[in-house]
């Protein structure tokens, strides 16, 4: 096997000799190739050649680049033509090869979720529940078993950006012992619409609209309000989007939901209702919404990048599993349905259980192979956990098969690696295209005797350990007619939009009216603002108020409702200001710095940020390296280049002659002002309070003296908000 490189080389793995056994380097002279085409007759042959010159692959360390069929390539840069000014000819297999396979290198992109960022992980129960479910994952408390888990945002395409307002998923992929489990969840507990039969219509009003193509990654259009308005089922799931929810500021720092309820089942058969919460050890954190229009322009890749700069540099993102377990008794005295996904149970009346631990500790290593790639199902289910009767849910069990075909071509997907369960599996499932798996035998069929006469008989069904559905015979949930309706308490479609609205701060309160406010003021169809605003009405008049005073819209009659909202009581847990951790654990502090700047000072602070838990950007005018007292030092980020959108926190550290330098120039002065705007902590030196004066900047409990950043930690200071805000 030739030698592997440390440079220049790409290896590829394959399944079955676990890597590295074909490989390619970017300049190819095997030894005896024969004359160099390039050298002989380009100037410029050292440059494209310089990292091999004619020593041969095997004497740099560097394998040999070969076609897909494993012929050696004597030449990457030059197609074969009928003498020097020629045409090329179609002769040409190594040509042909290349282009073909870049022009089909793009895979259909997912129809929601198409935007994503994926890494492996590992699961750990921290409790043992074999009383509630048969679960292998959650028979023993220290079990493990390997995760990877995709977090996207839903309506972009692709390549657009990260910090749209918009519903997070949240996917998680088990590889458990008894099989792949994907709990494919949103960050967001409550869902849009409660039928399946809603969910192309749902779809295609958030995408682009249809005639122009645009906007990209935005709800803020009138296709989307115009189906939303239409349908009140939404008008929970809105509440929560143009909340703060709908902005967040790191992947690490958002709740998962698998939204439906599941049942647990046991080794007796006995079942109980479930639902799944993963809560972020980061404590949640939002942005604003200035904030997150700023990052768009700043860092597109925001969030993508956060997420990998956390897992290389070792601080491991992870979330507590939380569940919720309630019995049939206990659903049939709600005021709402446990199968209407637009609804939640309030942790008040039943709290979470916590029952594992995820953490995302490796990076993938390939982004198409793996995150592209990967296929989530939510019919990928253990023994010991089951579906309920959600219509949500049950649609969903056909969709992701279905949509796995077709973005990856063939039906034998579940042989990819990323998606391959990592226990055995075996069945009499074959060929297809793109069959990578060698199956021996005559035995492809069921019932066979092949065994009886000394052959390999395959695989047989097994009862007591294998997957049974759970044998539901309730007349609550299993009617015998053929029906297309809903349930009476599906009806109620604002009693919960009502109860998110009042468990909110006044601050956010006002952030999700300001969010209504801006995504109908992009609305153009005058009757589709009204409409909003009158179901609105059902919600919270307050809120109705303000929406139409920002609109300058009149306030419409109120919507009938298909059955009267309840008031239901107000629960902390569903506001993030509520819970905020003040903390620079995983958080980003930036540090302004110029010349002249005391190094020792910069250096302890950073150890400082560091020792917590947080982490450092360095930013001055200049990379540099710029000379300071005590030493010189280089920036990671150039002042105009970093606006303080991209960090929790911001410090400097300036003498008095950079500060009034730098408080002439608008990136130094919008840098502060953005800050403070933006609620954070501002910690500075004395050298560097003319800036702060300059940028308007009064002293208020989270602009502290450099020396108090750790006591006041890193988080936002909403009380200053009403000061550089209206919140009407
Ligand atoms: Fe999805 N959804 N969905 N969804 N969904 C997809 O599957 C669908 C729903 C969610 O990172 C698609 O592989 C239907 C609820 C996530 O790869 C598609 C219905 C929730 C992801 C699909 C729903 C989700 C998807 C697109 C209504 C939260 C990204 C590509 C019946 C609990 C997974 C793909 C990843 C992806 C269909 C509703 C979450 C088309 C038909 C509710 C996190 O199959």
Redo the contacts with the bound molecule.
């Keep these: 096997m030739p030698k592997k490189s440390t440079r220049l080389q790409t290896s590829i793995d394959t399944r079955s000799d676990g890597g590295g056994a074909a490989g390619n380097s970017l300049h190819d002279h095997a030894p005896g190739a024969g004359r160099c085409p390039i050298h002989e007759r380009a100037g410029n042959a050292g440059e494209l050649h310089q990292d091999v010159q004619h020593k041969g692959n095997e004497a740099n360390g560097l394998v040999h680049l070969t076609d897909n069929f494993g012929h050696r390539i004597a030449d990457n840069q030059n197609s074969l033509r009928a003498g020097e000014r020629g045409p090329t000819l179609l002769e040409d297999f190594v040509l042909r090869e290349k282009i073909f396979h870049f022009d089909h290198e793009r895979i259909p992109e997912?129809?929601?979720?198409a935007r994503?960022s994926g890494a492996h992980g590992v699961f750990e129960c921290t409790k043992a529940i074999p009383g509630l479910t048969a679960a292998s994952i959650f028979q023993e408390q220290g079990k493990t078993c390997p995760v990877f888990v995709?977090f996207?945002t839903v309506a972009g395409g692709a390549g657009s950006i990260d910090t749209p307002r918009d519903v997070r998923?949240?996917?998680v992929k088990f590889y458990t012992d008894s099989g792949n489990w994907d709990l494919?969840?949103?960050d967001i507990p409550v869902?849009f619409i409660q039928d399946?039969m809603k969910?192309p219509d749902l779809v295609h009003s958030v995408k682009m609209e249809a005639d122009r193509g645009y906007p990209q990654a935005a709800s803020a259009h009138d296709t989307f309000w115009d189906f939303v308005s239409l349908m009140p089922e939404s008008m929970h799931m809105v509440m929560w989007a143009m909340s703060d929810r709908g902005i967040p500021r790191s992947l690490r720092m958002i709740e998962g939901f698998?939204?439906?309820t599941f049942r647990f089942v046991n080794a007796k058969g006995d079942a109980k209702f479930v639902k799944f919460h993963w809560r972020p050890q980061l404590g949640l954190e939002s942005t604003t919404w200035d904030e997150a229009c700023k990052i768009a322009g700043g860092d597109p890749d925001f969030h993508r990048r956060d997420l990998f700069e956390a897992i290389a540099t070792g601080h491991f993102p992870s979330w507590d599993l939380g569940v919720q377990v309630f019995d049939e008794a206990f659903a049939a005295k709600q005021p709402y349905d446990v199968l209407d996904?637009t609804k939640l149970i309030p942790e008040e009346d039943i709290p979470l259980e916590f029952i594992g631990r995820l953490t995302l500790n490796r990076n993938v290593s390939n982004f198409f192979a793996e995150t592209e790639q990967?296929?989530?199902m939510p019919s990928n289910i253990i023994p010991g956990i089951d579906f309920s009767n959600d219509p949500?849910l049950q649609?969903?069990l056909f969709?992701?098969l279905d949509?796995?075909k077709s973005?990856l071509g063939t039906t034998n997907f579940h042989q990819i690696p990323i998606n391959a369960p990592k226990c055995p599996f075996h069945n009499f499932q074959r060929d297809g295209l793109m069959q990578t798996l060698l199956p021996t035998g005559r035995a492809n069929y069921e019932p066979n005797s092949l065994a009886e006469a000394g052959e390999d008989g395959g695989p047989r069904a097994c009862p007591e350990t294998g997957f049974s559905s759970f044998r539901a015979n309730d007349e609550r949930n299993e009617a015998g007619q053929k029906l297309r309706l809903r349930a009476p308490l599906f009806a109620d479609h604002y009693s919960q939009a009502r109860l998110f609205f009042r468990s909110q701060t006044a601050n956010e309160q006002a952030h999700l009216a300001s969010a209504l406010v801006f995504e109908l003021s992009k609305v153009s169809i005058e009757a589709v603002k009204s409409r909003v605003l009158s179901r609105l009405r059902n919600v919270d008049e307050s809120l109705t108020k303000r929406v139409a005073r920002g609109l300058g819209a009149a306030l419409p009659a109120k919507a009938k409702a298909a059955r009267e909202p309840i008031d239901m009581k107000p629960s902390d847990k569903l506001s993030i200001q509520k819970s905020a951790k003040r903390t620079l654990e995983g958080r980003k502090v930036a540090i302004l710095f110029d010349e002249g700047s005391d190094k020792k000072s910069i250096d302890k602070l950073k150890g400082q940020i560091e020792q917590a838990g947080g982490s450092v950007a360095l930013i001055a005018p200049k990379i540099g390296p710029l000379e300071l007292k005590g030493g010189s030092l280089k920036a990671d980020g150039q002042l105009a280049g970093s606006p303080s959108v991209m960090f929790d926190a911001v410090a400097s550290i300036l003498m008095p002659e950079q500060a009034r330098k730098l408080s002439g120039q608008a990136a130094c002065l919008q840098w502060f002002m953005d800050a403070y705007a933006h609620c954070k902590t501002i910690a500075h030196c004395e050298g560097s309070k003319l800036i702060l004066e300059k940028a308007g900047i009064a002293p208020d409990e989270g602009v502290v003296p450099i020396e108090s950043l750790l006591s006041v930690g890193v988080s936002r200071h909403w009380e200053r908000e009403a000061s550089v805000r209206e919140l009407a």
Aim: charge should be positive; avoid cysteine.
């Design positions: 997912r129809i929601v979720h994503g995709r996207s998923g949240f996917a494919v969840g949103n869902f399946a969910f698998g939204v439906h996904a990967v296929a989530f949500l649609g969903r969709s992701y949509t796995q973005r």
